[in-house]
T-cell receptor, first 115, second 112 residues
């Protein structure tokens, strides 16, 4: 079974630009969550999607958005990039992400550098 | 919102020494998960604890969930160089039912 796939692996952008990151979950997994990882802040929850609906959102500005498609693939978008957005963006999938709190399977992440 | 505090932030040990990382919450946790992230890698699930006072072992790793379900620990006996990485605890935020929040992590480095 293929793991969680994130593309691209690396990305370099300049301030003010926008970026779209992609995540393909493990086949059969319907919950996709996104995390921002920086050395100083650890893993910060961005949002979680299930069946094309955003169920939860973290404390990030509206410049951070996401969506999920009918095949469970997810994208996240960051508009008007700032230097502080430089981070590793991790996507994780689970079967349903519900109250049973299934384990998360992480992708390798997208390393975003904003210059 | 719910927070999970993790200590220490860093731990540097001699190979063969033991290592422990702790997670603490001011509120009762529904469960606790532990993940390991190798340098340059992504977090990988290790274990989940659900019951009060639960103890689970994986070879040299021992995981505990406190009686009050407000704290947890991961103990590694006789560390090896393969144990290098950052260990995170994580828990489901009670108010959301689908939002998993992570502790700040403990980075373990080992002197051969």
């Amino acid at each position: 079974k293929a793991g969680v796939t994130q593309t691209p692996r690396y990305l370099i952008k300049t301030r003010g630009q926008q970026v779209t990151l992609s995540c393909s979950p493990i086949s059969g997994h319907r919950s996709v969550s996104w995390y921002q990882q920086t050395p100083g802040q650890g893993l910060q929850f961005l949002f979680e999607y299930f069946s094309e609906t955003q169920r939860n959102k973290g404390n990030f500005p509206g410049r951070f958005s996401g969506r999920q498609f009918s095949n469970s693939r997810s994208e996240m978008n960051v508009s008007t990039l700032e230097l502080g957005d430089s981070a590793l963006y991790l996507c994780a999938s689970s079967l349903s992400g519900g109250p049973t709190n299934e384990k998360l399977f992480f992708g390798s992440g997208t390393q975003l550098s904003v210059l | 919102g719910q927070q999970v505090m993790q200590i220490p932030q860093y731990q540097h040990v001699q190979e063969g020494e033991d290592f422990t990382t702790y997670c603490n919450s001011s509120t009762t946790l529904s469960n606790i998960q532990w993940y390991k992230q190798r340098p340059g890698g992504h977090p990988v699930f290790l274990i989940q604890l659900v019951k009060s006072g639960e103890v689970k072992k994986q070879k040299r790793l021992t995981f505990q969930f406190g009686e009050a379900k407000k704290n947890s620990s991961l103990h590694i006996t006789a560390t090896q160089t393969t144990d290098v990485g950052t260990y995170f605890c994580a828990s489901l935020e009670k108010s959301s039912a689908s939002k998993i929040i992570f502790g700040s992590g403990t980075r373990l480095s080992i002197r051969p």
